[in-house]
């Protein structure tokens, strides 16, 4: 594998690194099975992209993208928690809706940004020789989300929050008002989907509607991958494997796609990353659910 | 104080399996009083408990603790007013947090909560002082995941978190039904100094008439949603379980139907 194509899979991991962090706020810590992130992923780069064609800063852009995504977020909490329409099904319905919000959006399928001023171009100046201007970027922008988001679930907020998925009725006699910590989390775990989506589209140099999909089966593989591959069981190691796990997984996918020995194709990627997540779940012991871990 | 004024709660009401499970129950509880309350299965004592805690809504009357009427309030927005132990070791600590993370938890309950760390060295030092008076040596194992605690050693933490900020009434609901004899003796002594302490108001719900009489200073006795007999005061001590048996019979014209009552 090339320089080029190693430090291509580190982007896209650190980028996917977000959404896993995402993922892991609602699979593993609300214990809501939440796949709006499939349609927030997209939403996140439709916003993007419109938004810099527009003529808006690329940053401003990308902070209106996390912000659509925490509607996104907020739409499928409430159908949860108002309507009572079971978590997987409320997210698979905002999910199908994202589908045809995003074509609105764009206008159509697809929206390229070829030549426009993005977040990346926005630090090209800063002298950092090209290979490695987005690897460093995107280091930089995950590290920084991974420290507010450790320090979030360190918080009084972030304790009721764990407390929330874990054990709802102990968190209501202590006070905690579990819908609004519901609501809270699906916002800020598809708003981190939505900013993962609004950095690939400018890295990547468009957004498309298909983008999003099997977004939220990489993330599961980081989570889980990453668990499996870290022994740390903290709170601040597990959401550092999620990054982790990410990373090893963007690499190994592009290790495969490479091999022409395989002679695997890119639309190979979902079989692949199924694949991946089998194994993970096998040996990780945690089953299919991937809620909480069952003790037998 | 604590009023309950004619409090109704019926189960699927205006259908073939309507079950009427509290029937214009009126209870009083002074300021730091300690109620123990008895009864067999189904006579309505974890539904008065939640009813007080705001699990479930009435069907009718009023709920007011310190003269406010909280019959709208939901169990969060009630939780400055109310504290409770559940029967469950499990269900009323989060297995998968530290100790010092439950004990965070509670330690902010009845306030908002923002974004400053949970735990910080203060606080780490109040919970040590605070688990150092139980015994156990928990002081030691702050950073523990609490389900890695034994039932008992739960069981004192959920009392302890319940009882680390203040509150109008404690609810300790049947909290030492699922321990062995010996480690139940060890809570419910525990309970016992606490409330003493601390001079909490506490309400008490058992299976055991012998709990029911040893600790409070008053007991009551529920049966098909009513209170059948309110003993306090003078009346109440010396008061065996035999007495007590005795007192239900001549009161109520009927045998107690339920073992477990008896041989608790």
């Known amino acids: 594998m090339s320089l080029v194509a190693f430090l291509g899979a580190i982007e896209t991991g650190l980028i996917f690194g977000l959404v896993a962090l995402g993922v892991f706020l609602t699979f593993r810590v609300l214990n809501f099975p939440d796949l709006t992130v499939d349609g927030s992923f997209a939403f996140g780069a439709a916003v993007t992209a419109v938004l810099i064609i527009k003529g808006w800063n690329p940053w401003v852009a990308t902070g209106m993208a996390i912000a659509a995504g925490c509607c996104a977020g907020l739409v499928t909490a409430t159908l949860n928690l108002r309507l009572r329409v079971l978590n997987l099904l409320a997210s698979i319905l905002t999910m199908i809706a994202l589908y045809s919000v995003n074509i609105r959006v764009m206008g159509g399928p697809t929206v390229p940004l070829l030549g426009q001023k993005t977040v990346l171009t926005s630090v090209e100046h800063l002298g950092v020789p090209n290979p490695w201007i987005a690897p460093l970027f995107f280091f930089a922008v995950t590290a920084v989300v991974w420290v507010i988001y450790a320090w979030f679930l360190h918080s009084e907020t972030g304790l009721a929050l764990r407390a929330t998925g874990a054990n709802p009725v102990m968190a209501r006699a202590n006070g905690v008002r579990t819908d609004r910590l519901v609501l809270t989390g699906l916002a800020i775990s598809n708003g981190l989907a939505a900013f993962g989506g609004s950095l690939l589209a400018q890295l990547q140099g468009a957004a498309d509607v298909t983008m999003g999909i099997g977004t939220i089966i990489i993330g599961l593989a980081a989570v889980i991958g990453g668990a499996a591959l870290v022994p740390v069981r903290s709170l601040v190691g597990l959401t550092l494997a999620c990054v982790f796990g990410s990373i090893v997984y963007h690499v190994f996918v592009s290790l495969a796609l490479n091999a022409t020995t395989l002679g695997l194709t890119a639309s190979d990627v979902n079989i692949v990353t199924a694949v991946l997540v089998c194994v993970a779940l096998a040996f990780s012991g945690k089953g299919a659910g991937a809620g909480r871990a069952k003790q037998p | ?264």
Not at chain 2, 50 to 63: D, W, Y
Not at chain 2, 113 to 125: K, V
Not at chain 2, 132 to 156: N, T, W
Not at chain 2, 213 to 236: K, N, P, S
């Open chain 2, 1 to 264: 104080m604590i009023r309950v004024d004619g409090v109704s709660v019926v189960f699927n009401a205006g259908t073939a399996m309507e079950n009427r499970v509290l029937s214009e129950l009126s209870i009083e509880i002074p300021s730091g009083q300690f109620v123990t309350v008895i009864g067999s299965n189904g006579a309505g004592k974890s539904t008065l408990l939640n009813v007080i805690a705001g699990e479930l809504p009435v069907a009718s009357g009023r709920v007011l603790i310190a003269d406010e009427d909280v019959t709208a309030l939901p169990a969060p927005a009630r939780s400055a007013l109310v504290a409770r132990v559940f029967q469950d070791p499990r269900a009323g600590t989060c297995e998968t947090l530290t100790v010092e993370e439950n004990l965070a938890l509670a330690a902010s309950r009845g306030r908002p909560r923002g974004l400053g760390l949970a735990l910080n060295a203060g606080r780490r030092q109040r919970f040590r002082a605070a688990l150092e008076r139980l015994g156990l040596g928990l002081e030691d194992r702050l950073g523990d995941p609490i389900g890695l605690l034994s039932g008992g050693q739960r069981q004192a933490t959920s009392l302890l978190m319940a009882s680390i900020e203040p509150m109008q009434i404690l609810l300790l609901d049947e909290h030492v039904a699922a321990l062995d004899p010996r480690t139940a003796g060890f809570v419910l002594e525990l309970t016992r100094r606490v409330i003493e302490e601390q001079k909490l108001t506490a309400l008490m719900v058992t299976h055991s008439m012998r709990h029911a009489l040893a600790l409070g200073d008053r007991t009551l006795m529920l049966h098909e949603g009513r209170i059948v007999l309110d003993v306090t005061g003078e009346e109440r001590r010396g008061m065996t379980v035999a007495d007590l048996i005795a007192r239900f019979r001549a009161q109520h014209g009927e045998e107690l139907d339920s073992d477990s009552l008896l041989l608790a």
